[in-house]
Nanobody
């Protein structure tokens, strides 16, 4: 079993910053990518960004490009989401997810962490 635990959420004013962490534990698996997603109240879950585990290439949704940065500390088995210039519309529950090698879908999901941006 693989566990993903997010942390670092909270309340921040517009224009502020937060850094979310996603720590993976449990059984070892061949990881292709780690993604971040978010879900705002009344909305569907949406893609935020992803880091490819081998190359560490990153890709972002247009809505966060230039403001959010994903990084990984492989020694700690942890992925980070640095969020700068936060906006009220960034308010959501943020989830990290892991995709195994050879899979097109994300296999494992964290429980989510709440990010609230006040105007």
């Amino acid at each position: 079993q693989v566990q993903l635990v997010e942390s670092g959420g909270g309340l921040v004013q517009a224009g502020g910053s937060l850094r979310l962490s996603c720590a993976a534990s449990g059984r070892t698996f061949s990881r292709a990518a780690m993604g971040w997603f978010r879900q705002a109240p009344g909305k569907e879950r949406e893609f935020v960004g992803v880091i490819m585990w081998s190359s560490e290439n990153t890709y972002y949704a247009e809505s966060v490009k230039g403001r959010f940065t994903i990084s990984a500390d492989k020694a700690k088995n942890t992925v980070y989401l640095q969020m700068n210039s936060l906006r009220p519309e960034d308010t959501a529950v943020y989830y990290c997810a892991a995709r195994s090698a050879g899979n097109t879908m994300y296999d494992y999901w964290g429980q989510g962490t709440q990010v609230t941006v006040s105007s």
